[in-house]
T-cell receptor
Framework: SAVISQKPSRDICQRGTSLTIQCQVDSQVTMMFWYRQQPGQSLTLIATANQGSEATYESGFVIDKFPISRPNLTFSTLTVSNMSPEDSSIYLC????????????FGPGTRLTVL | AQTVTQSQPEMSVQEAETVTLSCTYDTSESNYYLFWYKQPPSRQMILVIRQEAYKQQNATENRFSVNFQKAAKSFSLKISDSQLGDTAMYFCAFMNTNFGNEKLTFGTGTRLTIIP
């Protein structure tokens, strides 16, 4: 299984600012994913990040609000831009290993609170 | 689009007892994967068990087993000899196997409490 770390683990931010979340995997992976988990809710996919190409966003999520970078096969970042209190959530990174066709492994999540 | 339904928002069971969490899904695909993930208060998502749709045999991982009924689109999780550490949110998830569309669709979760 892949070991995934995220930074920061939590943050409290002011309305109108931006936060960049980092996701690091301990092995090369083909696909990385970013999810949002609003308080008491399930996980919703924000976007899929493939190395060497633009991220693919799900309905309701746009690049201007959630820009994503994927500079190599082990790292990705998600930026939450121009934050509002509605962006208060847990943001989770996941990855699927290059030689695995199914299982996604998850990072520990970043708990974001916007005041 | 696929949907995943977990009809039990909360469950509780005495330690050492057996509990079954239900999950149904809707898809027009014939080949896919199904997963159960556990999310304890630490919020780390942990894979519990997975099932390939083309396999008729139910998956088993130690105390965890599934009852996969493809025709009924049902995928329940059975936890035997439950332990205090099993207390967590449990999410059922579906994944399409079509290349480029391998995203996970999650159910709303079941909060399981193991009572000492």
């Amino acid at each position: 299984s892949a070991v995934i770390s995220q930074k920061p683990s939590r943050d409290i931010c002011q309305r109108g600012t931006s936060l960049t979340i980092q996701c690091q995997v301990d092995s090369q992976v083909t696909m990385m994913f970013w999810y949002r988990q609003q308080p008491g809710q399930s996980l919703t996919l924000i976007a899929t990040a493939n190395q060497g190409s633009e991220a693919t966003y799900e309905s309701g999520f746009v690049i201007d609000k959630f820009p994503i970078s994927r500079p190599n096969l082990t790292f990705s970042t998600l930026t939450v831009s121009n934050m509002s209190p509605e962006d208060s959530s847990i943001y989770l990174c996941s990855a699927r290993q290059t030689h695995s066709t199914d299982t996604q492994y998850f990072g520990p999540g970043t708990r974001l609170t916007v005041l | 689009a696929q949907t995943v339904t977990q009809s039990q928002p909360e469950m509780s069971v005495q330690e050492a007892e057996t509990v079954t969490l239900s999950c149904t899904y809707d898809t027009s695909e014939s080949n896919y994967y199904l997963f159960w993930y556990k999310q304890p208060p630490s919020r780390q998502m942990i894979l519990v068990i997975r099932q390939e749709a083309y396999k008729q045999q139910n998956a088993t991982e130690n105390r965890f087993s599934v009852n996969f009924q493809k025709a009924a689109k049902s995928f329940s999780l059975k936890i035997s000899d439950s332990q205090l550490g099993d207390t967590a949110m449990y999410f059922c998830a579906f994944m399409n196997t079509n290349f480029g569309n391998e995203k996970l669709t999650f159910g709303t979760g079941t909060r399981l409490t193991i009572i000492p």
